[in-house]
């Protein structure tokens, strides 16, 4: 089954795995398999205008940090914002994760070589021109090739307001962006997607339910991935994907741990084209009404 891991279940996890752990990083030591930089898409911002920040992670080769599930094992890297007053962050933003295979074959999603996690922020309308602030982030993070070491920083950014937006890392965050999910609807306008359909067979006293996911296909990909995000609230079975011809299938059953509400289940479709092309969608899993909680299958 799969669930949201704790840290000492990790641990154990990873040791009979075969991995090792070194003591923690910091972004700032040299030689250390991860780097940690907080970014924005402005030098100067004015006052109600949105502007973008942005964590951005060096990922040393062979190594990798994780997604906001992490997969079988593993822990979801953090970014914590520290605005000044006034200021509001939106949601943190994931791009499309990679899947990987960890010692003991044990599934693993995430990133490797680079990564930047952004969020839209917000500043008061009455920021005065002028004044200097600060912007900071607390990250944290597991690195990992055949060892693991946790990291973390400390990050700042410094800012000024203006009358007029003075845009800073333009296309850096352009290519981030890019890398987000999209909505299916998005895709289909964009001629890759024809249509997605979930459909659900609950389980017997509403403990979950086989959800299946039918996929068709305007481009057929050459690969197709799904990452569930299992929560303490709802646990997961491995996802089966089969393909034939332009449609895809994917199989999973959801389970009711019994902890907290579970009335549904964000997961993820990435797609890649012959051409290399590479997105993403996100789609919704509504478990059916109950409040049983079925044992896992063996």
Not at 43 to 65: C, D, N
Not at 137 to 150: E, I, T, Y
Not at 270 to 282: A, Q
Request: overall charge neutral; charged content about 20%.
């Amino acid at each position: 089954m799969r669930g949201r891991w704790r840290v000492g279940l990790w641990l154990l996890t990873a040791a009979a795995a075969g991995f090792a752990f070194a003591p923690a990083a910091r972004a700032a030591a040299s030689g250390e398999p991860v780097q940690a930089e907080l970014l924005a898409d402005a030098s100067a911002v004015a006052a109600g205008q949105p502007f973008k920040v942005g964590v951005l992670f060096r990922i040393a080769p062979e190594w990798h940090i994780y997604w906001k599930y992490p997969g079988d094992a593993g822990l979801a890297t953090e970014v914590e914002f520290e605005l000044p007053q006034g200021f509001v962050a939106g949601e943190l933003q994931w791009p499309l994760p990679q899947s990987f295979v960890q010692p003991g074959d044990i599934a693993g999603y995430g990133y490797t070589g680079e990564v930047m996690l952004t969020a839209e922020v917000t500043p008061p309308k009455d920021l005065p021109a002028g004044k200097e602030f600060a912007i900071r982030a607390k990250a944290s993070w597991l690195s990992c090739r055949n060892v693991c070491r946790p990291g973390r920083a400390e990050l700042t950014a410094k800012l000024s307001a203006a009358a007029q937006r003075a845009p800073a890392n333009e296309a850096l965050f352009r290519e981030w962006a890019a890398r987000l999910p999209r909505t299916d609807k998005e895709w289909t306008a964009a001629g890759r997607l024809h249509s997605v359909a979930a459909t659900a067979e609950p389980l017997p006293a509403g403990a979950g339910a086989k959800f299946l996911i039918a996929i068709t296909w305007e481009k057929k990909p050459a690969k197709v991935e799904f990452f569930p995000a299992p929560t303490e609230a709802v646990l997961t079975d491995k996802p089966s994907v089969n393909a034939s011809g332009n449609r895809t299938e994917i199989a999973m059953t959801a389970r009711r741990s019994g902890v907290g509400a579970a009335d549904g289940l964000e997961c993820l479709v990435v797609f890649t084209l012959p051409d290399g092309e590479r997105g993403g969608f996100p789609v919704r899993l509504q478990m059916p009404a109950g409040n049983a909680v079925a044992p896992p299958t063996t």
